[in-house]
């Protein structure tokens, strides 16, 4: 078994897809998940991407190769999470976020509370790595397919989450609209997307954050139509 890829790539110039492991529940010596949450995997799938595109640099070991902390897309900026419930919103909340969304982001300066502005502060304040290409056209194309996302992929979709993820019921004429409209505009985001191998093409960017939260959000929640 050891020798398996060898043998097959030696015979018939197999090949093989590349596998990677990931531990996502590993916890430490204080009993806590070593790893901080389901909103941080898109740094080790980006990674993975560019090891398979051969640009992505990483430590030999006996399993193979592992990212080190600087090898992963960190932005280093420290943050500490903080947990909230979509049912309470205490006024707390409501000065942070006005209408109880989530994300928000708290600062020495006040609170952000949409993802677009949050994401365009942080670049600003942390520019390395970039989300947003140097050159003025390809950075508002990467805009564009964020701004596609949100308005016309998970606004569209969210009209099916009463009925998707909390219990309620929504009308057949309500979800033969959303999916009218759903159609038309995933094939409209398949026209601007590139997929080479990221949203916007060969570099991780703006458009990927919005994506990795929006994509899964509306498959789940138009299983329903």
Aim: glycine residues 8%.
């Amino acid at each position: 078994w050891l020798d398996l890829g060898k043998k097959l790539q030696s015979q018939g110039g197999a090949n093989l897809p590349k596998i990677y492991c990931v531990n996502w529940f590993r916890k430490g010596p204080d009993g806590k998940f070593v790893w901080p949450g389901y909103g941080e995997n898109m740094r080790v799938l980006q990674w993975i991407v560019e090891r398979v595109e051969g640009r992505g640099e990483g430590q030999d070991n006996l399993f193979g190769v592992t990212p080190r902390y600087a090898d992963l897309n960190w932005k280093g900026l420290p943050f500490s999470e903080e947990l909230v419930s979509p049912g309470h919103k205490p006024d707390d909340l409501m000065a942070a976020s006005p209408l109880g969304k989530v994300p928000f982001l708290r600062t020495e300066y006040g609170t952000l509370c949409e993802s677009s502005a949050i994401v365009e502060y942080l670049e600003a304040l942390a520019p390395t790595p970039a989300l947003l290409p140097a050159d003025p056209w390809a950075a508002a194309k990467v805009r564009e397919l964020a701004v596609f996302v949100d308005l016309h992929l998970e606004l569209v979709a969210r009209e099916l989450y009463l009925q998707a993820f909390f219990g309620g019921t929504i009308s057949d004429a309500q979800k033969a609209r959303v999916r009218k409209l759903l159609d038309k505009n995933i094939d409209g985001f398949k026209h601007l997307a590139t997929f080479s191998p990221y949203v916007a093409g060969a570099s991780f960017s703006l458009a990927d954050c919005a994506a990795y939260v929006t994509l899964p959000l509306v498959a789940l929640s138009s299983k329903i139509i």
